[in-house]
């Protein structure tokens, strides 16, 4: 803390900014003169301080300074850092100081404001009455926002760590949120409470990882913070599972693996059923291209015949799509816990692949993803309207491109589920029969 009561520095030893050797500590709170800044600083309404913050006694968790205000007052503060946690207790006493007010803030300036998007908030973020809220840059940059809650905190955060104000459950306070294109304020307003003619401050501050672990214990909602949107119903099992796993397993991509067979087994028999159906469509493609000559440019009846063909054959020509609707939700489930859980930050899998959080640095797994994709295709019937067979044609090199930017967890789950499909289907297209 400096003269002015500001929190400026405050690192975090467990995490470092890489993976190379010798690299620096991770900073939830930094203040520089150019680039990302995030601080917290404090002051009573209406008042600037005369005489700076000054030590009066220090122990191993605890320091007790001293300011003087310009009315004269006397504003101290006691700071109390828990062992084995990330929150830092705060008590500010106003001495004589009955109806003074304490503002608090995260302040951020120079945020990179194109990581905040739509599949992730990053920035100013707060849990008010039970509600998240998550205002963009460019809104605070024309308006600002105030709100009043009871109990709640307020912070700014990034995809991994969080610098939290949390405030008394049992008291209202005003919050607000502001913006002018370069700095931006997470703050709230605080009234204390009255000690004899004291006034008397109580907050908390919670400088550390978004755990979901680490958040829980710290309480007051914090881990609503990792907001997994609208699949987390989903993604928060997975993401306890993975963990569950990785107790036994010790290595995240293996974890992945496992999940992905666990998913397999869980939807084998729709996914089955589903085969089944692509490869009686399969079975029936000579048919098709029978009916393509005999009724050429008669879309009509071409579709009259065609459906006779499938209802005389027991065939549903879209029981194939199954697979990936149900695929879909927890693809993007997945994509959530993979960007957003801080164990997968820096998590090597094998050899080259040393994050599974970032993309594969050689794309071999997004390479490996096409070629699955290709394979699978080819196992598919082939769609009757030909426009629709050759964007099918495109989508295997589309994704891969797609895919090449996508963490390499992700990818993983890609290729091992598409492998296994591949597998699953080739049983399925040889017990009946099928080239």
């Known amino acids: 803390m400096n003269a002015r009561g500001w929190f400026t520095e405050a690192e975090l030893k467990q995490y470092h900014v890489s993976i190379e050797p010798g690299a620096a500590n991770v900073s939830v709170l930094s203040m520089t003169d150019e680039g990302r800044s995030v601080y917290v600083n404090s002051g009573v309404m209406n008042r600037s301080i005369q005489k700076p913050f000054t030590v009066l006694n220090k122990s191993a968790n605890t320091m007790t300074l001293q300011a003087t205000l310009d009315n004269g007052l006397i504003w101290q503060?006691?700071?109390?850092?828990?062992?084995?946690?990330?929150?830092?207790?705060?008590?500010?006493?106003?001495?004589?100081?009955?109806?003074?007010?304490?503002?608090?803030?995260?302040?951020?300036?120079?945020?990179?404001?194109?990581?905040?998007?739509f599949y992730e908030h990053m920035g100013p973020t707060a849990l008010l009455n039970g509600k998240l809220q998550e205002p963009d840059y460019k809104d605070l940059d024309s308006s600002s926002v105030r709100m009043m809650a009871v109990g709640g905190w307020t912070a700014i955060m990034n995809r991994y760590f969080i610098a939290a104000l949390i405030s008394n459950p049992e008291q209202d306070y005003p919050y607000y949120f502001k913006g002018d294109g370069r700095s931006y304020q997470a703050g709230v307003i605080d009234s204390g409470t009255l000690d004899g003619k004291d006034n008397l401050f109580h907050s908390r501050m919670f400088l550390g990882p978004k755990s979901l672990t680490v958040l829980k214990k710290a309480g007051e909602g914090l881990d609503r913070s990792i907001n997994y949107g609208w699949f987390a119903f989903i993604s928060k099992p997975m993401h306890s599972f993975l963990l569950w796993l990785y107790t036994y397993v010790g290595n995240f991509g293996f974890c992945i693996i496992l999940l992905v067979l666990s998913i397999k087994i869980l939807f084998f028999w729709p996914t089955q059923k589903s085969y089944e159906s692509m490869a009686a469509m399969r079975k029936l493609q000579p048919e098709m291209a029978r009916m393509k000559e005999l009724y050429g440019d008669d879309r009509q009846k071409m579709s009259q015949e065609m459906m006779a063909l499938y209802k005389k054959h027991k065939v549903n020509p879209m029981g194939g799509c199954l697979p990936i609707i149900i695929q879909i939700p927890v693809f993007f489930a997945l994509y959530k816990v993979l960007l957003m859980s801080i164990e997968m930050?820096?998590?090597?899998?094998?050899?080259?692949?040393?994050?599974?959080?970032?993309?594969?640095?050689?794309?071999?797994?997004?390479?490996?993803?096409?070629?699955?994709?290709?394979?699978?295709?080819?196992?598919?019937?082939?769609?009757?309207?030909?426009?629709?067979?050759?964007?099918?044609?495109?989508?295997?090199?589309?994704?891969?491109?797609?895919?090449?930017?996508?963490?390499?967890?992700?990818?993983?789950?890609?290729?091992?589920?598409?492998?296994?499909?591949?597998?699953?289907?080739?049983?399925?297209?040889?017990?009946?029969?099928?080239?």
């Open 345 to 435: 930050r820096q998590a090597p899998f094998i050899g080259w692949i040393h994050d599974m959080s970032v993309q594969d640095p050689y794309f071999v797994l997004p390479v490996l993803m096409g070629i699955s994709m290709f394979v699978q295709q080819r196992l598919n019937p082939t769609p009757p309207d030909p426009m629709q067979a050759k964007v099918m044609q495109f989508l295997p090199p589309v994704f891969t491109v797609l895919f090449l930017f996508f963490p390499a967890g992700l990818v993983l789950y890609w290729v091992v589920n598409n492998t296994l499909s591949i597998l699953q289907q080739k049983l399925v297209m040889k017990r009946m029969n099928v080239e």
């Open 77 to 117: 503060r006691k700071i109390t850092l828990a062992q084995d946690s990330y929150i830092v207790d705060i008590e500010d006493r106003i001495l004589g100081g009955a109806g003074q007010k304490i503002y608090r803030q995260v302040v951020e300036r120079d945020p990179d404001k194109k990581l905040n998007t």
